[in-house]
């Protein structure tokens, strides 16, 4: 891929994941923005935080990992974005609160940011589009200017439509999915189910070819856990990447996905050939699962990466 210059936007939640413990902060654009941050990248964050205990943790993250806030907004009447967490037998349990600052995104303040820096790439998601406030937000943003769409589709019950999920489609060049979520574009759109155990079947590419051409897509990628990743192209080119490094001790999968987009999005920016960076892509996001939470703790955590990736 070519290098590409201009400043990757990143529109959506940050917020804080409530355990009895404590709380540690996350949102998975905010995990992306933090991800290219530590890789030397300079991705404006788009989001919109309350004056509360939350939002300080929150601003202090910026600060941390060096992100800009020209695009951090503050609302004076909503908190900061909560989610209860609740450890089962069965896993966790989310409880994704309503009526958060990130439901509340400025569209003014979001276009004046955002041409402070006219961006080459915008990344985003559904969760900060269950408010029509946000919503309007990133339409707006997605109509200033022609950069390349990346779309993290997180389909959450309860929270994000399948009207969303179709009209972020149709706005998307990029759009990146797990297994589950393919099987709900399929059902949606294609009317069929598929084993997606194989996907290099006639028919799961036959049904991936099909949600490109139906929403005008670049390419469709497909994370598959363990099993590494899919990128399918709009020209039918379809890359198998099934060689994941796999972690010695296996913690959560948490932000996983949200490592790999990152690491996807960097690429583009290095202009790293596209199978090199869908297989650092996967080895990033491999490495993620070995640590408790979303992004790593400690910076020192990039380094060995770094080191090998961006020497050059």
């Excluded at 943790?57 to 907004?73: D, P, S, W």
């Excluded at 909503?78 to 609740?86: A, K, M, Q």
């Excluded at 303040?109 to 029509?132: D, E, K, M, V, W």
Aim: net charge negative; aromatic share 8%.
């Amino acid at each position: 891929m070519d290098m590409v210059t201009g400043p990757i936007v990143v529109f959506g939640e940050a917020l804080v994941d409530d355990f009895l413990t404590g709380q540690v902060v996350g949102g998975a654009p905010f995990n992306v923005a933090r991800n290219l941050a530590a890789f030397g990248s300079a991705p404006l964050m788009v989001t919109r935080i309350g004056d509360d205990p939350a939002g300080v943790l929150l601003r202090a993250q910026f600060e941390r990992f060096g992100l800009a806030q020209l695009g951090l907004q503050f609302d004076a009447t909503e908190p900061t974005g909560r989610v209860l967490v609740e450890r089962g037998d069965d896993g966790h349990r989310f409880t994704i609160l309503p009526d958060q600052a990130y439901d509340r995104i400025d569209s003014a303040a979001t276009l004046a940011a955002a041409g402070a820096r006219t961006p080459s790439t915008i990344y985003f998601g559904t969760l900060a589009q269950r408010h029509p406030t946000s919503r309007g937000a990133l339409r707006a943003l997605l109509r200033s200017c022609d950069a390349l769409r990346y779309l993290d589709l997180n389909v959450r019950d309860g929270q994000v439509s399948e009207r969303c999920v179709f009209e972020s489609l149709h706005e998307a060049d990029i759009v990146k999915v797990n297994e589950e979520e393919l099987q709900d574009l399929f059902s949606w759109y294609t009317h069929t189910r598929h084993d997606t155990g194989d996907m290099g079947s006639s028919s799961v590419r036959g049904a991936c070819a099909a949600l490109i051409r139906i929403f005008s897509l670049e390419a469709l990628i497909v994370t598959l856990g363990p099993r590494g990743s899919v990128y399918f192209g709009a020209g039918g080119a379809t890359l198998v990447h099934a060689d994941t490094v796999k972690p010695a001790h296996m913690v959560d999968t948490v932000g996983a996905g949200d490592a790999f987009s990152a690491l996807f999005l960097l690429g583009r920016e290095r202009g790293w050939p596209l199978e090199l960076t869908l297989a650092r892509a996967n080895e990033f996001a491999g490495a993620v699962c070995a640590i408790a939470g979303a992004v790593p703790a400690e910076r020192t955590f990039y380094a060995p990466y770094i080191a090998r990736w961006l020497a050059d």
